[in-house]
């Protein structure tokens, strides 16, 4: 029963005041309108404020203000077994409010929140294996995993086949690859078929070119990278930190929403499930997804292939939305064999 923990890596900032250029991100990875109805999003997380109630502190705690107008399936709180997966933290609300809230990349999606997570963004092995049972048979067509296990960790069967199942049934499987600043891509994102995906900063002021973060996890199992930011920089030069933009609650006041700066491969995933499901909209068969977002993306390596340290490139969403074909970009990694 291994821990998992959410995958930011930079503890939430809020700004004075939301400026366009803290949206960089989008203007990176070329986001295009496309109508997402019709496709539902598994949000494997620590929840989302998804309704008004009142904790077990008797304190009233409000609906996310965004969550207007957005459906709300098959919630699921696969830690405790219930029904209620209100958002223990601040982080599950942060990540749907990049997919369905503002900046709403998958807009008009379905959002199916699933708590794998608790206040200290830590969940079990049977709670995730819950929670991708959970989603799988309640509809999702993509479930988002922004956490990640720990290094050495080896899944056990069961969890094996909860992904090998979701992965059958159509789900696609979009995983964070992890904060370690190695090179050994944590678990889920590791399983085969998962959508592996780095964060990524900018590469310099103004150009909107991306590069891997410092502290992103990289490997031979990373399929892209997304922009995941880092609030210890101002690369565009705005008078704020180059952070992943979206709506959430202050954990210490729980009843006040404002918008949040994020670092870290959670927020660069989120937006690869986003993209996925902009795929699934235009009819892209859910088996076919994995490899148009590698095809698409923008290679950051000399050689134009793949590489280690930034998988198949930058996602590209404009390009991935194409509608003719995109080549699948490949490469022999070579490794030196012991006997």
Same mark, same amino acid.
């Given at each position: 029963n291994a821990v998992t923990r959410g995958a930011s890596w930079?503890?939430?900032?809020?700004?004075?005041?939301?400026?366009?250029?803290?949206?960089?991100?989008? =203007?990176?990875?070329?986001?295009v309108p496309v109508d /997402?109805?019709?496709? $539902?999003? #598994?949000? &494997?997380?620590? %929840?989302?404020? *998804?309704?008004?109630?009142?904790?077990?502190r008797g304190a009233v705690r409000p609906r996310a203000p965004w969550l207007a107008g957005v459906r709300v399936v098959s919630p699921r709180d696969a830690l405790h077994g219930d029904d209620t997966p209100d958002d223990a933290s601040n982080h599950g609300t942060h990540l749907a409010s990049i997919l369905v809230g503002y900046p709403g990349l998958a807009?008009?999606?379905? =959002?199916?929140?699933?708590?794998?997570?608790?206040? /200290?963004?830590?969940? $079990?092995? #049977?709670? &995730?294996?819950? %929670?991708?049972? *959970?989603?799988?048979?309640?509809?999702?067509?993509?479930?988002?995993?922004?956490?990640a296990f720990g290094r050495g960790y080896y899944p056990s069967r069961a969890l094996d086949r909860a992904v090998a199942a979701a992965l059958r049934a159509g789900v696609v499987l979009?995983?964070?690859?992890?904060?370690g600043g190695d090179d050994d891509v944590r678990f889920p994102a590791a399983f085969p078929?998962?959508?592996?995906?780095?964060?990524?900063?900018l590469d310099g002021p103004g150009n909107g070119r991306l590069a891997p973060a410092a502290y992103a996890t990289t490997g031979a199992a990373l399929d892209l990278l997304a922009p995941g930011g880092d609030l210890t920089r101002d690369?565009?030069?705005?008078?704020?930190?180059?952070?992943?933009?979206?709506v959430t609650f202050d954990p210490a006041r729980p009843t006040r929403f404002a918008p949040w700066l994020f670092a870290g491969s959670s927020q660069a995933a989120v937006q690869v499930s986003a993209a996925a499901a902009r795929l699934?909209?235009?009819?892209?068969?859910?088996?076919?997804?994995?490899?148009?977002?590698?095809?698409?993306?923008?290679?950051?390596s000399r050689g134009g292939g793949f590489d280690p340290r930034s998988g198949a490139g930058a996602l590209d969403v404009a390009r991935s939305t194409r509608r003719e074909p995109l080549p699948e970009r490949t490469a022999v990694q070579l490794a030196a064999t012991f006997v």
């Open positions: 930079f503890d939430g900032l809020p700004p004075a005041r939301v400026r366009p250029s803290m949206l960089w991100n989008l =203007l990176a990875s070329r986001w /997402d109805r019709g496709v $539902t999003i #598994a949000l &494997l997380d620590s %929840g989302v404020a *998804w309704r008004e109630h009142t904790d077990a807009a008009g999606a379905s =959002l199916m929140p699933v708590q794998v997570l608790d206040a /200290d963004l830590a969940g $079990t092995e #049977a709670a &995730l294996i819950a %929670g991708l049972d *959970w989603a799988r048979t309640h509809g999702a067509h993509v479930a988002n995993l922004s956490l979009v995983a964070a690859a992890g904060n078929g998962v959508v592996a995906v780095g964060a990524a900063v690369l565009n030069r705005d008078g704020v930190p180059d952070g992943i933009l979206g699934l909209a235009l009819g892209v068969p859910a088996a076919e997804v994995p490899s148009r977002l590698r095809s698409s993306a923008t290679s950051l």
